[in-house]
């Protein structure tokens, strides 16, 4: 743990400040003196650490993104520990593994407020555990900032103590790509899309939102089907995809069934104008690996890129391969953990305190500078930012759209080449 | 009065007032859900332990409450603990309907269809997106108590539940009903040809067996105010009820309960006491090598092993398969 | 002496034993029959001999070495085939393949084919039924197969138990008649019989079990005549 | 035999019809009337009927395989006839499950002993029940007047001293005993016992045919499959021979024993 | 409804049923041999799947094989496991064997989470994805060379239970374990035996899962479900059922994703089950016991 980080600690105390003085200052104390390391202690005991305490899921189905949320975290905390601390005390990550399932973690998050007594709380993996825990810690009010659980249910019971730390949330995940789409000129311009999607409450915002935009501008919906989490063979819908002779694939996927696809469509050759996918095109490496240069063509959206030119992403990027030397390509649910820590800490310093209702209100009323842009939340916590429209050029993920956006990197290609 | 009759008297007393003492709520968490096994386990042993039929479906029940209190409370407005029996009752009358379809076929038959109806109902949970929310699942009104009372319904609502399983299998056990259950353990076809109506016994028990997982699925849908395919049909649920009456021993009343106490809250520690980065791995490996050390060594659970130590009689001696080989199994 | 067992004691599980003490000593070549209330031990004792059941204490010698213990597979390779009382054929297999199961250990592939005529002249139902289930003959038809596939064995030590049970009497005094057959083929015989007046009649001597000792031991048509055996065995009237 | 064929020699087998009134005589507690049963392609019963006389001990005898415990299992309601019916007491049954039958007052014994194994011998002699009603089935499993009844039993048939036993550790001979024990528990009105001397010992079987006869003179009705020829003709009257699953014939010992039919198809050699 | 469609399905569906038979014949025979309900057959599957994962990626070894190497590794594993574990169970009755295996269901997922952690996998090779076209339907190759294997071990596995001595053996053992040893078959080995061989069966579906589907540690339960019905559908322990079963399976899920929806067409696989057993308790070619003497 204690290894030496090769960025001085100066670097990161400077880009916690420059992120808490980027956010809108309608708070005075956002421009405090805490934020440098040599700070007094602003709330005691100063002796004893600020206890964050997390459920995740580390085992068990949603394990993988689980794990990568996690390891955002800890490169968040040693940058702060390395920093100082967090208001002169060090941070500490109280942490149990809830195996993905939805009674544990609320079991752990009863337990890490009422036994273990932790000062803050961080959110787990996926929308279906963030649901009942969010109740938890809104009964307890204690400010829940996650990561990963942007499914529309989240915000439906309208939590003061929730917030997602995303840009913006699952019905405005392919916007960048419909807006590309109606944007084509005329007789580029598909004639019909499919939809074939996994039941998953993320997946369904996305596609229900890109769905009825397409059709609205006159896309005929020539193929919409469901099909279960579990499902694992894809060559008959596959089959009736092809058969319905779709232009352009808006594939409602996780990971496993963005490459399945990609394998039944190829092994028919049924070949799309364009194939976006929800997600999966971003775990790079991972699928990378599993389809080589299938990938090309494929265009995905997401909150972040490794190469984004946000402040404090290089750091981001240099202190996570640094601690976690094995991997190459950063997932982006590690950005999503990361971005939460920025977060919390635009808050605690924001308010000078670990006082969660303050903690609450500050967020409400204030926007933060995280790794993967500016944002701020309304009411029940939604973000209100908007996501990168990614594809995969020449083995590499490039930044296409929007062409705004400063991390643009590449233009499309439409129609795009063969599998 | 005998030990046997004075100790659960006191049990309850003591969980009665419990929570006026310990007032973490994640104590009271995890005896609620200590409570929950053990009315589950009861209940699964009617039909597991004393009627032989082994079902693998308790967790479809318990996800159909889920599902049903679920859906009262969010479109009519009924609460849960209102609605609560009569999810138990409607999870009995649709367990008699599966019970219909699948006690046609004996023994493994039962074991599989009991299975394949939990994967059944859970696609009817998803796919029924506009009733049930699919995979967003549904989403329950909180109740609006006090952070720290929120918990007790729930609490003495399990404990509830709990003690009306127990006097409810207690009944069964000393009827002729459930003497009729042993029978059709023992041979079904000859229990037939006493008079003892199979079918209709197999059925009823399998109605009360689970329509305790059905009260236990709509309370728990409510304390987590929330319910969703993957949630409410955890075959890990219906796993930990076998595991509780076989350790605590099957076929008794109290070998269940006692398999639920000892079970949930070891299963539960094991999780915080091993690094969290493989809690979950270690998790289902221990519960994996637990099962099968039981089975190897103690298979008769520890309230019958125990007794036949101490020289019980008759019913309580172990099992069979006292010669060398067995004879076939029909 | 073929078969010498002294001493024997067996019982089950960890109940207390049910043979106490059985000494008894067969002769190649001998015809004995076992009778005894119900319940005396007669099955166990058999079971005990052809290994299903593990002796607890004392000898029995089978062709002169101890083998006490041994499983029955291995016994029955030396040649000690039990034909147990109640249902013991292979339900779901054809009539043929319960007698094929008889030929399992005789590697000539010829003298199987002799003996499973043998067998088939015996008992004619193994051809005419040779091709359905075992399982879903009468009662009585399974005896016979279970018979037929016993002489198929055609072992050196041949216990039977109670193996007219439930046979119409036209083939109850075919087995009989066949059992003094094969013996005089030199088999010997252990036979548990109920009905003690063709047993004892057929056989050459007789043994009175009783309470897991053998009580009596004499030639087969003395102990017919003891007023002793009648009474308490046999029954006073002939009824049976 | 009532409205059968008077029953002076071996008479040919009786009729559908036959069975048919013989079901409306009071006088008959069971009739069966031209039962089919075969079993993917083998023939177990053809047109089988006959009639049971109120307060008789009728015999089914016959060679193995002639479908005798078929044609139980077919009046039991174990197994549906293909064709056919039957009759209790003049309600006809067929189709009934069997538990139905039990509560219409029959009892059968199994060929081979089928026995509750991991139960004890008491308790095996209480699961019987003659009814179902909610009542019955939530009261207490055993009740004063029914264990005096159930230790009576055990001690007629000796098994007394193995009560608390698990009845799967009795020997062969002694299920057979315990399993014609709990069939008289229920206090039936009709009794069909299979082979019920098959593997006791004579001493036994001659004590169980004196309480046959005992309680046949209370007016209970019996029909009894029996290879054990003494047995039968000491105790049984009438006779009734099946053969391919048919009556062949039918009448009293005497006669049965002297028919050039039943010599030929059973008896003789 | 598009003919060449309903083709193309019709086609996936046969071969996709020839697999779930290879799949489920383990099954079948374990439970014909031993009445063992195995529920960690799928887990065992799987299991199978990631080393023939592992040795295509660290030694390049084609999956298909790889069989031929994994089945004799999980015969003497599946012969250890009954060796020290089931024998012990002898004549116990169905739930215990029941939780045994449940137990090393759970035992198997949580090694392989810990070794692989949770994410999908699959195999895929250099002909993965190749296929041909035949009257405009597609075959493609993988799922052709997957139903071969099953066909050619399905029919190996025929033949030694129903030809040989020690076939006949592994059933007489099965129907009667006190008569099959008393004549002279050694009744621990050669259940031994039997379990070894229906848990190679496993690792020969092992492979071809891997090619053909993703697979991670918990896939297993879905499997279970599957292939539980296969053998109940065709009636349990018979393994001309359990081929016919997987056939019919096979064909209707594969057609009812493209006639009735994909998120209701596991349902189809599960109400022909329900339906089947309703009219036929026993399944398509299972046999009943003639109980009542
Ligand atoms: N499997 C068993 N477990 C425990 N005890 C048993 C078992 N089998 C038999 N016994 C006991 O052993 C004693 C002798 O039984 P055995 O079967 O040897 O009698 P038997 O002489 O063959 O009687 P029968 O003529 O009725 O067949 C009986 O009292 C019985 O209770
Ligand atoms: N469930 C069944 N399946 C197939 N065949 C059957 C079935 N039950 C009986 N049979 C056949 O019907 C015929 C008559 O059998 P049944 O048992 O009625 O004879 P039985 O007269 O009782 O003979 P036994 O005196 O040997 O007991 C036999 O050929 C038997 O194989
Ligand atoms: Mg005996
Ligand atoms: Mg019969």
Known sequence: AGAATPSPAASAAASVAASVAASAAASAASSGPSASPSAACAIPPCDQPIVIGVSQALTGDKSDPGTAIEHGYQVWIKEVNDAGGLLGRKLVLKEYDNQSLADTAVSQIERLVTVDKVDLLFGPFSSALTIPTSAVAEKYKMAFIEGAGGAPGVFQRNFHYTFFVQPATAEHQADPFVAYLLALPADQRPASAAYPQQDDPFVKATEDGAQKALEAAGIKTVYHDVYPPTQTDFASIAAA???????????????????????????????????????????????????????????????????????????????????FPAEKDIPGEAAEGYSVGQVLQAAVLGTQSLDNTKIADWLHANSVQTVQGNIGWDAVGRPNGSYLLEQYQGGQMKVVAPSADPNKNADPVYPKPKW | MKLRTVFPIVMLGLFLVLPIVVREGFYLDLLLFTFMYAAMSVGWDIMGGLAGYVSLGHVGFFGLGSYVAGLLVVHFGIPVFLSAPFVGILAGIVGAGLGWISLRARGTSFV????????????????????????????????????????????????????????????????????????????????????????????????????????AGALHAQYLNYVDPDLAFELIITLNLIIMCLVGSRGTLWGPVLGAFLVQPLSQYLIYLTPSGIAGQVHLVALGVVLVLVVMFMPDGIITTWTSRRGGRGRARPVDAPERLPEAAT | MLLEIEGLCAGYGSGGDILRGVDLSLAEGDFVCLIGPNGAGKSTLLRAISGILRPRRGTIRFDGTDVAGLRPDLLFRRGIAHVPQGRSTFPQMTVHENLLMGAYSIRDRGLARERLEVAAAFFPIV????????????????????????????????????????????????????????????????????????????????????????????????LLDDPQVKRLYLGESAAV | ????????????????????????????????????????????????SLAVRKGSITALIGPNGSGKTTLFNCITGFYEPDRGRVYVRGVPITGRRPSDIVHLGVMR??????????????????????QLTLRALFTAAIKGHERDRAEALLEFVGLQDLRHEQAGSLSFGQQKLLELGAALMAEPEIVLLDEPAGGLNPVMIEKIAGYVRELNGRGVTFLIIEHNMGFVMNLCDPVIVMHRGTVIAQGSPAAVREDPIVLDAYLGD | MNPQLLGQSIVLGILTGGVYALMASGLTLIFGVMRVVNV??????????????????????????????????????????????????????????????????????????????????????????????????????????????????????????????????????????????LVGVNVEYVTTLAFGLGVAMAAAGGPLLGMLFAFYPA?????????????????????????????????????????????????????FLFGVLIVRPRGLFGTVARESL
């Not at chain 1, 990609?262 to 976006?276: E, F, G, L, M, T």
């Not at chain 4, 089928?114 to 209480?126: G, P, Q, S």
């Not at chain 5, 594969?254 to 596991?266: G, H």
């Open chain 5, 40 to 181: 960690a057959h799928a887990a065992m599957i799987v299991m199978s799947a990631y080393l023939s994962w592992m040795l295509y990626r660290t030694l390049g070894l084609d999956p298909l094989l790889s069989i031929i190497v994994l089945m004799p590794v999980f015969f003497v594993l599946g012969a250890l496991g009954q060796w020290v574990v089931l024998r012990r169970l002898g004549g116990r009755d169905l739930t215990l064997t029941v939780l045994v295996s449940f137990g090393f269901a759970i035992i198997l997922e949580g090694l392989q989470g810990s070794l692989w952690s949770s994410s999908f996998q699959a195999i895929n090779t250099a002909y993965s994805l190749d296929s041909f076209n035949i009257l405009g339907i597609y075959v493609p190759l993988v799922r052709l060379l997957a139903a071969g294997a099953a066909l050619a071990l399905l029919g190996a596995l025929f033949v030694v239970l129903s030809r040989t001595n020690l076939g006949r053996a592994i059933r007489a053992t099965t129907q009667d374990p006190r008569s099959a040893a």
């Open chain 4, 1 to 48: 035999m009532t409205a059968l064929p008077a029953s002076a020699a071996a008479v040919g087998p009786g009729s559908a019809a036959d069975a048919e009134m013989a079901a409306r005589d009071p006088s008959t507690s069971l009739a069966v009337s031209g039962i089919d049963k075969s079993f993917g392609g083998i023939q177990a019963l053809t047109d089988c």
């Open chain 3, 127 to 222: 051809v005419e039924q040779a091709n359905r289930r075992a399982g879903l003959l009468s009662g009585g038809e399974q005896k016979q197969v279970e018979m037929a596939r016993a002489i198929v064995t055609s072992p050196r030590l041949m216990l039977l138990d109670e193996p007219t049970l439930g046979l119409e009497p036209r083939a109850s005094r075919t087995v009989m008649a066949k059992m003094r057959e094969l013996n005089e083929h030199g088999v010997t015989i252990l036979l548990v019989e109920q009905n003690a007046r063709t047993g004892l009649g057929t056989a050459r001597t007789g043994c009175v079990m009783e309470l897991g000792t053998i009580k009596l031991r004499g030639e087969g048509q003395r």
């Open chain 5, 219 to 271: 896939t297993h339960w879905l499997w279970i479900g599957k292939l539980l019905a296969v053998v109940v559908l065709g009636g349990l322990g018979s393994l001309k059922g359990t081929f016919v079963a997987a056939m019919i399976l096979g064909l209707a899920e594969q057609v009812a994703t493209v006639t009735i929806s994909l998120d209701w067409a596991p349902l189809v696989f599960y109400l």
């Open chain 1, 241 to 323: 995809v092809k058969a319905s002779g779709a232009e352009v694939v808006l594939g409602g996927t996780i990971f496993n069934d963005a490459v399945a696809q990609v394998q039944a469509y190829a092994s028919i050759n049924y070949q799309p104008k364009a194939v976006y996918f929800t997600s999966g095109p971003g775990t790079v490496g991972a699928y990378k690996q599993a389809l080589g240069s299938k990938v090309n063509g494929t265009m995905t959206g997401d909150g972040w890129v490794q190469t984004s030119i946000e402040p404090g992403n290089a750091k981001f990027v240099a202190d996570y391969l640094a601690m």
């Open chain 4, 109 to 130: 014994t199994f060929q081979v002993t089928r026995i509750f194994r991991r139960m004890t011998v008491l308790e095996n002699m209480i699961v019987p029940v003659r």
């Open chain 2, 112 to 215: 599989i269809v009991t299975l394949t109806f939990t994967y059944v109902i859970q696609l009817v949970a998803l796919n029924l997106r506009d009733i049930t929310g699919g995979s967003s699942g549904l989403y329950l009104p909180l109740l609006t108590l006090p952070a720290d009372v929120v918990i007790l319904p729930f609490y003495y609502g399990m404990l509830v539940l709990l003690v009306v399983a127990i006097l409810v299998s207690l009944a069964i056990r000393r009827s002729k009903f459930g003497l009729g259950l042993v029978a059709i353990r023992e041979e079904e076809g000859k229990a037939d040809g006493s008079g003892v109506n199979t079918s209709l016994y197999k059925i009823l028990a399998f109605a009360i067996s689970v329509s305790f997982a059905g009260v």
